[in-house]
């Protein structure tokens, strides 16, 4: 899955109304990713996390926990394209995610679901890039 079919994904997933915690799009996301063969869910996964790689800079999560943090930038891809854009060429734009702790932690579990739908079992997943907090440490050197 290349990025732009990643991120035209997210938006066609992305509920009209209120979404919470992103549970909404997690779960039509799952469901989407569940009718495709495993290679989408596994490209999803590594889209995925390099997206949350590239959000994984000091300047952005300085002040947040680990899990705070991980979840946080979750919500920053939940929230589309531009938004994430918009937060890498100009991180004040992270700061409402961080200050009103706007939370989708359910969006790292998607390909995780969809996997175990399409084939029965647990993934063991592992992406090229890890998306667990302070992982880029070129997002983190002085």
């Known amino acids: 899955m290349n990025e732009g079919t990643f991120w035209q994904l997210i938006e066609d997933c992305r509920p009209t109304g209120q979404d919470p ?67 890498l060429q100009d991180p004040e734009t992270f700061a409402p995610f961080a200050t009103d702790l706007i939370w989708a932690e359910s969006l790292l579990y998607t390909p995780d679901h969809a996997y175990e739908r399409i084939t029965g079992e647990e993934w063991d997943r592992n992406t090229r890039y890890s998306y667990e907090s302070y992982s880029n440490t070129d997002g983190w050197a002085a």
Do not use: H, I, N
Not at 31 to 54: D, H, I, M, N
Not at 60 to 81: H, I, P
């Open 21 to 87: 915690d992103s549970e909404q799009l997690a779960a039509t996301l799952t469901k989407r990713l569940a009718q495709s063969p495993v290679c989408v869910v596994t490209g999803f996964a590594e889209q995925l996390s390099w997206a949350l790689y590239r959000l994984d800079r000091r300047e952005l999560g300085q002040d947040l926990s680990g899990d705070a943090f991980l979840y946080t930038r979750c919500a920053v891809v939940a929230a589309g394209r531009e938004v994430f854009e918009g937060v």
